[in-house]
């Protein structure tokens, strides 16, 4: 599989469940430089999702995934913010890269 296929899939996923009110659209805050609006994640807030992909959550804690934006320049550091619509995600740790998202444990 390309990367190409890969990304355009996860885009195309998004968009569905968007669709579907599964998926958000987020402004991406790093702690210097400016903020990237139109930022396209989807944030899984069940503790039981996170343990059967081998993450530890604490209450208050969610994953979120971050599709990758060329707008985004650098990649995303521990402290930046998610927000989507009036909630806040502060990125606590990385989880994984793979070649269309980065995925985060963030405090919400």
């Known amino acids: ?21 599964m998926a958000n659209v987020a402004t991406y805050v790093p702690q210097s430089g400016s903020p990237v609006p139109s930022c396209r994640v989807f944030v899984d807030r069940d503790i039981t999702t996170a343990a059967l992909a081998g993450v530890e959550l604490i209450a208050g804690q ?7 934006e060329p707008a985004i320049t650098s990649l995303p550091r521990n ?3 998610i927000r989507v619509g009036v909630e806040s995600f502060t990125i606590v740790r990385r989880v994984r890269t793979d070649e269309a998202s980065w995925v985060f444990v963030c405090q919400a």
């Open 62 to 68: 969610a994953m979120v995934r971050l599709l990758i």
């Open 1 to 21: 599989m390309s990367n190409d296929w890969i990304k355009d899939s996860m885009a195309d996923f998004h968009t569905a469940f968007l669709d579907a009110g």
């Open 79 to 81: 402290g930046d913010e």
